[in-house]
């Protein structure tokens, strides 16, 4: 099953009228409390107005609680089940006698209370907290494709920088579409297809964090494969366009070949250097934060391209083009981290 969750800066506003409901619905309990006492009157209407937020609350868990991912959904909405929780406490532990004002002694309606008024703080602070960053696409129930088309409909309407970027939303679904599917019951795979999606924004706003440990480890292991083999050092395009080594390895076999800090690279695979890094598919640099920053910094991302074996061709000290086969040493990842 789909195990996503989008979040992005806007309201959610019907978790905002649930905690408004809270808050109002605590001052109106305590308003009519003050009545009955006052009155004499009965407390059974008011204990069971007690139980509503709890009930709406129940229901909203249901509805917006996140699949597998239980303690960001009570980080996200505790506070305010909390205050509902705190309401209904109240009203089981406020007792009276045929109209008479008689109340428990002990702790449990004081605690009661407590939890209700901190419940009540809390959810204010939910209400400010939920416009910044708030769940307001949830696909953790639905497979990969479904979540794919909740996913793209939640940027449909909220990213909005969609008509700038002349995004068409028809197009980029239907091209995901075959990546989500062939990735059905593999979260490696479904992580693979996220960070082919995220890629097609070109925005560093917009990324995908694994929130499970097995999230986690599926998305290490698709980034180490992704990133490929380690020949000693690392890439980087100047100004000029001119594509330099750099973070060259001390004792390396590129270093004994004559690669150091800012050496030029004019050939990787036997293809021109700058034709292969255009042409790279290279998911790892999707983070990037406009199109223009992605092809600056891609480079690094694709020095960890190739097989075992590499053939790397450069310009020496006296300006000479030097071709020497690489070996890789490990996994790239090592060093992009």
């Known amino acids: 099953m789909g195990t996503i969750a989008i979040y992005l800066i806007t309201t959610e506003r019907f978790t905002m009228l649930l905690c408004a409901l809270c808050i109002i619905w605590f001052v109106v309990m305590a308003v009519c409390h003050h009545i009955i006492r006052k009155k004499k009157l009965t407390y059974r209407w008011w204990r069971i107005s007690g139980f509503v937020p709890f009930a709406v609350c129940i229901v909203h868990w249901c509805i917006f609680s996140l699949k597998g991912i239980m303690l960001l959904s009570l980080e996200l909405y505790g506070p305010m089940y909390l205050a509902a929780l705190g309401l209904a406490l109240w009203a089981v532990f406020e007792k009276n006698d045929d109209g008479a004002k008689k109340h428990t002694a002990g702790i449990m309606p004081v605690l009661a209370g407590v939890i209700a008024i901190g419940g009540v703080f809390a959810s204010l602070i939910i209400i400010d907290v939920v416009k910044m960053n708030v769940v307001i696409g949830n696909a953790t129930r639905k497979d990969y494709a479904e979540s794919l088309n909740v996913m793209t409909e939640e940027m449909r309407e909220h990213y909005v920088m969609s008509d700038w970027k002349g995004i068409n939303y028809e197009e980029l679904e239907a091209e995901m579409l075959p990546y989500f599917e062939k990735a059905e019951g593999d979260p490696a795979g479904y992580y693979e297809a996220l ?137 790239y990842y090592r060093r992009m981290n």
């Open 195 to 331: 960070l082919r999606y995220t890629s097609e924004f070109h925005d560093g706003h917009i990324w995908v964090m694994p929130m499970t440990q097995a999230g986690a480890e599926a998305s290490t292991e698709v980034e180490k494969r992704l990133a490929g083999n380690d020949y000693g050092f690392s890439l980087f395009t100047v100004d000029t366009g001119e594509t330099i080594a750099v973070n060259v390895e001390e004792g390396s076999a590129a270093e004994a070949a004559g690669i150091h800090a800012g050496t030029v690279i004019t050939r990787w695979g036997g293809d021109n250097i700058a034709e292969a890094i255009d042409n790279a598919d290279l998911l790892l640099c999707s983070d990037a934060p406009v199109e223009a920053n992605e092809k600056m910094v891609k480079p690094v991302y694709f020095a960890g391209t190739g097989g075992d074996r590499i053939d790397v061709s450069f310009l020496d000290e006296a300006g000479a083009e030097q071709t020497v086969t690489l070996t890789s040493t490990g996994n």
